[in-house]
């Protein structure tokens, strides 16, 4: 089926569902407003932390320019932005099967900004850095890998001084939302709004609370915390 075929079909069953106002209304989110809201969380690393998985089916460590054409079978339209960040100097953690990159994520010692996606700054405090861009390979989701490689960078900052990870998750990602409070993650009652204009015009408002907003959320998936060592 032709891209223009099956973005007819997409339309064609809007359609149907929604009708002419519920198109309308997609079409108008998708093209000249959209919104995202995203939730700060914080992961205290003085606090015992997950153990791995203990699975040798990968390899994790840290990407280097080397590394990029493994990542040609699953991420090869993110290259280029990987190769940009290298140049920053911020740091890939990534996990491997069999010379593939199956998943990564990305550490940024300081405060970072986006310029390729929310097109904003996020500010992290002294003793944090600031962790985003975590995606594995769909074959492998659910395996455990995307806690072997954030183990990983946490282990690798810790021992850097680091106290503090630092990341931003979007408020409709349910199952982000859940690995993150699992591994012990919590909320740091802050959320930024950003306002994407005709997809080139971004406003962009930081807004605190003091109540959590995922408490249940946080309660049902967090894993029971363990006594740190004496």
Request: net charge positive; charged share 20%; proline share 4%.
């Given at each position: 089926?032709?891209?223009e075929?099956?973005?007819?079909?997409?339309i064609?069953?809007?359609?149907?569902?929604?009708?002419?106002?519920?198109?309308?209304?997609?079409?108008?989110?998708?093209?000249?407003?959209?919104?995202?809201?995203?939730?700060?969380?914080?992961?205290?690393?003085?606090?015992?932390?997950?153990?791995?998985?203990?699975?040798?089916r990968?390899?994790?460590?840290?990407?280097?320019?080397?590394?990029?054409?493994?990542?040609?079978?699953?991420?090869?339209?993110?290259?280029?932005?990987?190769?940009?960040?290298?140049?920053?100097?911020?740091?890939?953690?990534?996990?491997?099967?069999?010379?593939?990159?199956?998943?990564?994520f990305?550490?940024?010692p300081?405060?970072?900004?986006?310029?390729?996606?929310?097109?904003?700054?996020?500010?992290?405090?002294?003793?944090?850095?600031?962790?985003?861009?975590?995606?594995?390979?769909?074959?492998l989701?659910?395996?455990?890998?995307?806690?072997?490689?954030q183990?990983?960078?946490?282990?690798?900052?810790?021992?850097?001084?680091?106290?503090?990870?630092?990341?931003?998750?979007?408020?409709?990602?349910?199952?982000?939302?859940?690995?993150?409070?699992?591994?012990?993650?919590?909320?740091?009652?802050?959320?930024?709004?950003?306002?994407?204009?005709?997809?080139?015009?971004?406003?962009?408002?930081?807004?605190?609370?003091?109540?959590?907003?995922?408490?249940?959320?946080?309660?049902?998936?967090?894993?029971?915390r363990?006594?740190?060592?004496?």
């Amino acid at each position: 089926m032709s891209k223009e075929s099956n973005w007819l079909q997409k339309i064609k069953k809007i359609w149907q569902a929604q009708g002419l106002f519920g198109l309308i209304c997609r079409i108008y989110h998708k093209y000249f407003w959209q919104t995202t809201e995203l939730v700060w969380l914080r992961l205290d690393l003085t606090q015992p932390l997950p153990p791995t998985t203990g699975r040798n089916r990968w390899q994790v460590k840290f990407l280097t320019e080397a590394d990029l054409p493994n990542c040609k079978r699953y991420f090869e339209q993110h290259i280029p932005v990987y190769q940009k960040l290298l140049k920053k100097g911020l740091l890939g953690t990534i996990g491997q099967v069999e010379e593939d990159v199956v998943a990564i994520f990305w550490v940024s010692p300081q405060s970072y900004f986006d310029h390729d996606q929310y097109h904003c700054e996020f500010i992290v405090e002294e003793q944090a850095f600031y962790q985003f861009a975590g995606e594995v390979a769909q074959p492998l989701r659910g395996s455990g890998i995307a806690l072997d490689i954030q183990l990983y960078a946490w282990h690798n900052m810790q021992l850097q001084g680091y106290h503090y990870s630092i990341c931003t998750i979007d408020s409709v990602n349910v199952p982000s939302l859940k690995l993150h409070f699992h591994v012990g993650f919590d909320e740091c009652g802050k959320m930024t709004k950003v306002h994407c204009y005709l997809g080139c015009i971004y406003q962009v408002k930081h807004v605190h609370y003091k109540e959590p907003k995922f408490k249940a959320l946080a309660d049902r998936y967090r894993r029971k915390r363990l006594i740190k060592p004496q």
